[in-house]
């Protein structure tokens, strides 16, 4: 069976997957650290392939495959592909394979939405959306999936793709609205949710302009050069993150600041599998709950990408 990437959007409702992450971190899975391969092309850039597998023994069994091919965006082709397969856990035997980019937008944006449902307060209703791109998108609908977020504020380095992203949200009935660059700090230190979804290597949004009680939601940063927050945020906020295995080797927003000594490994305060375990529970065990910062920080796991590709299958075959 093969799952496009439109059947993708149809099987993988918001609250359905953000339930499927919240049971698959909890779970018995075996996911080993991704594997990458470097592929030289002739006359071209290095590429790269990523596999990342997760199990569950005598159920599912899944990997990722990750192409990058840097050279094809000088031929005007995707510079990434990606195709996900899931097989028979009792057997090995082929489920089905489906779109691997598609799925990991989804199951990315529903895990920031995941860490919000115990991080953001509950009545938050206001959102900055800082990154009008694809990820954008979807961390929209899913952050909105588990607060009653009733205003959307959008600010990208493309006017262009602001005003796009906006003018589909009024479309849907959703009041959203511009931010220009000149307002970014006053709209940053007015909202109660931030997310951040950005390809930026230099600080996007400042400690200093928040306000107590704002929950920062950390997508876009995913090599040790790249960050969207700088040292101030991450000492002012309460630091939780999708898996301290990924996100302490993978994302300058935590390399960073280590690296310079305004943060420590140790502040990390839980991650997923605590928050949905009851290990941790997230912003309702800090000292000041209403007044804490909170921050999160994910990288991907291919628990996630497990997790949606069951959702999918089984919501598939039931049809």
Known sequence: MYISAEQLQTFLPWPQLVEALRDIFIADVIAPVRHHHFIDVP???Q????????WIEGKYLGVKQVSVFPGNNAKG???LTSLYTLSSGASGETLAQMDGNVLTGLRTAAASALASSYLSRPDSRTMLMVGAGRMGRNLIPAHCSVRPIETIYVWDRSAQNCASLVADLLEQGMDARVVEDTDLATVAGQVDLISCATMATEPVIRGEWLAPGTHVDLVG????TMREVDDSAMQRAAVFVDTRAGA??????????????AFSPEQIQAELT???GAQHSGRNQLADPEQAITLFK??????????????AYE???AE
């Not at 940063?221 to 040790?224: A, L």
């Not at 993978?250 to 600041?257: A, K, M, Q, R, V």
């Open 47 to 54: 590429a790269t392939l990523l596999l990342m597998p997760a």
């Open 274 to 276: 605590e928050l949905c």
């Open 298 to 311: 994910s990288v991907g796991d291919s628990r996630e990408d497990l997790a949606a590709a069951i959702l």
């Open 43 to 45: 006359n071209e850039p």
């Open 315 to 317: 919501t598939a075959t």
């Open 77 to 79: 082709k995707p510079g």
């Open 248 to 261: 302490l080797v993978e994302t300058g927003d935590l390399i960073l600041p280590i690296q310079s000594g």
């Open 221 to 224: 940063s995913f090599t040790p």
